[in-house]
């Protein structure tokens, strides 16, 4: 029977129905698969979120509070909260955040067990605070290699994890700075839409570094964190803290014949701690169970399952103790010779930054403002107006570049659009982002000369 035309149009929603058996089922986003799960490969949430953005062509500040949030928590209360879901930082941890957000992610894409690209599997023998960096860390020679074969760049849950400073595949460092700005991005910050390989400031492919070796203890942890990763997704259960701690204890009576002082000098902790995490009363940290494993010679995953089969080792051999765990001797400031190489490297071109000057003396950014208030107001000044310098001259490079390739298109007799824009462009930048291509298109169409940057 036809509808009147005062009558709602009905939506038959009901996925029973005969007709609808066999057909896929619809997803909010688009059902983006994960990379590398089941290996020491395998993707981090928060680069699939980011992948995520991109795909749909928003920022994920918009995507996080928009959609991905309100799923997660069941509503729009962080917005009269004032919350900012999209600067959180533990999306691959073991907290409550990692937890909702790959949940939602499971239902909104309706692609299944993206638990895995986290550690919240692992949430029963870790504590919920110090297993992720702060910082972006990622391999060059890993996305160099992505990219030159043809696949997806993207970021890997092993560089997130604190412990991890090297890249067990090719036995280097992990980069933190680009190579062309010397930006280094703190995990959560906000990017309108970001390209995972590429600046977050100045958009430069960050494949083209050099890396420095690593050592050899560095890549042994490394290794340690790729089979936890890889064990991750094969997990059926949730590890017992208490298994752990029974594990930890035989490696101690037979590694260090009971002795719990000289097992916790060797991964350099205090004596009294071990003592807690055999009995389960607190939970280690994730890099003193990747130090623990390398002391007592067994799988850090089947430590922390409490699986591993513990042996008699002979020598026990202690880890490298992280610098930061060594008391340092006082320092004695000459305060005199510091200000004349601050005045110095001031007057040197192209101008430093206060903070580059300031690391190159030795001196917290905070004691070189108060010191010497008006020369680091001038360093900044200096530096800032480099800064804008610099970002007229690339966005003035990249413009005509837009413009030859608007002008390609045209002759071929395709629209310029964004996908058009980014397929010419592809050999020579992103021109996937959003501020970029309204900026272009504002002056393309008005002929206005280029705005000048925030500072």
């Known amino acids: 029977m036809a509808r009147k035309p005062d009558q709602p149009m009905q939506v038959d929603c009901d996925n029973e129905r005969p007709w609808r058996e066999g057909l896929p089922v619809r997803s909010c986003l688009l059902s983006l698969a994960p990379m590398g799960v089941g290996t020491e490969q395998c993707e981090s949430l928060s680069s699939y979120v980011a992948r995520l953005a991109l795909a749909h062509r928003v920022s994920i500040r918009d995507l996080a509070t928009e959609i991905i949030w309100p799923a997660a928590v069941g509503g729009m209360a962080h917005v009269a909260s004032g919350c900012r879901p999209w600067r959180v930082r533990t999306l ?27 550690l919240v599997r692992w949430g029963s023998v870790l504590p919920t605070k110090g297993q992720i960096a702060d910082e972006d860390r990622w391999c060059p020679a890993c996305w160099t290699e992505d990219r030159a074969a043809g696949r997806t760049v993207y970021g890997r849950l092993l560089w997130e994890l604190h412990p991890a400073t090297a890249c067990p595949t090719h036995g280097t460092q992990l980069a933190t700075v680009c190579p062309s700005c010397g930006a280094k991005r703190e995990r959560g910050d906000k990017v309108v839409v970001p390209v ?36 991750t997704a094969d997990l059926a259960e949730r590890p017992d803290p208490v298994a752990l701690g029974a594990v930890l204890r035989e490696g101690v009576r037979l590694s260090f014949d009971g002795n719990v002082a000289a ?14 995490w055999m009995l389960g009363n607190i939970l280690a940290s994730l890099p003193t169970l990747v130090d623990a494993a ?22 026990p051999q202690s880890v490298d103790i992280d610098e930061r765990k060594k008391r340092k001797p006082a320092r004695q400031i000459d305060w005199a010779a510091l200000e004349k190489e601050f005045g110095e490297l001031a007057l040197q071109e192209p101008p430093l930054s206060l903070t580059d000057i300031a690391a190159r003396i030795g001196l917290d950014l905070r004691q070189v403002g108060k010191r010497w208030p008006d020369l ?40 310029a659009t964004p996908k058009n824009m980014k397929e010419v462009l592809a050999d020579e930048f992103c021109f996937a982002g959003s501020r970029l291509w309204t900026t272009w298109r504002e002056r393309h169409l008005s002929g206005a000369p280029l705005v000048e940057p925030t500072t």
């Open 376 to 415: 680091a107001k001038q360093v900044s000044a200096r530096y800032r107006a480099l800064s804008d310098e610099t970002w007229r001259n690339r966005m003035e490079q990249r413009f005509a570049a837009a413009d030859r390739a608007a002008q390609l298109l045209m002759e071929a007799g395709l629209p």
């Open 196 to 231: 995972v390989g590429y600046c977050h400031r100045c958009d430069c492919w960050l494949g083209d570094q050099e890396s420095p070796q690593a050592s050899a203890d560095q890549v042994r942890r490394a290794q340690q964190l790729g089979a936890l990763v890889r064990r």
């Open 294 to 315: 390398l002391v007592l010679n067994v799988s850090l995953p089947d430590l922390m399952a409490g699986t591993a089969v513990v042996e008699r080792v002979g020598h």
């Open 92 to 118: 691959a941890g073991t907290g409550e955040c990692a937890a909702q957000w790959s949940s939602a992610l499971s239902e909104l894409t309706k692609v299944p067990g993206l638990e895995a690209l986290t």
């Open 263 to 276: 097992f916790a000098k060797s991964i350099g902790r205090s004596k009294t701690a071990p003592q807690e």
